[in-house]
């Protein structure tokens, strides 16, 4: 693989990678529009809900630690700078160390969305009765 070879994937994957990050963003937003008037939802469907925003916050995790990982071997596949002059491993460092924090965040989500999801395992529900009288 040449450098070139490099420099295209990288450049894919990073535009492939925006666009999923948007697609997971727009699918978020959906749930608040979906959600903003407090719709009613029962357990068993909210089970469901909870459990793929549940694999999504373990799946985030991964995702901000192997984007870390990404971030820092830009430094040896293209020369990097800082616009102002500054450093850019030092810029690098600390904006992985936040995406470690976020990552742990993230898998602290999954965490608890899995007990979320536990609290309401036993519940189930009647459809709303319709009071429709006959003549």
Do not use: C, W
């Not at 029962?42 to 990982?69: F, H, I, N, S, W």
């Amino acid at each position: 693989m040449t450098t070139n070879d490099i420099e295209q994937t990288s450049a894919s994957a990073g535009a492939e990678g925006h666009q999923l990050a948007t697609t997971a963003t727009q699918a978020v937003r959906g749930i608040n529009h979906l959600t903003v008037g407090s719709p009613a939802i029962p357990a068993p469907e909210m089970y469901e809900v909870l459990g793929e925003l549940k694999t999504l916050g373990y799946g985030l995790d991964q995702a901000l630690r192997q984007l870390a990982r990404s971030l820092a071997s830009s430094l040896t596949v293209f020369a990097v700078f800082e616009e102002d002059g500054g450093n850019p491993e030092e810029s690098i460092a600390y904006a992985m160390d936040s995406m470690r924090v976020a990552a742990g965040h993230a898998s602290r989500l999954g965490e608890v969305l899995d007990f979320a999801q536990t609290d309401i395992s036993r519940q189930g529900y009647y459809p709303p009765t319709t009071h429709l009288e006959t003549t």
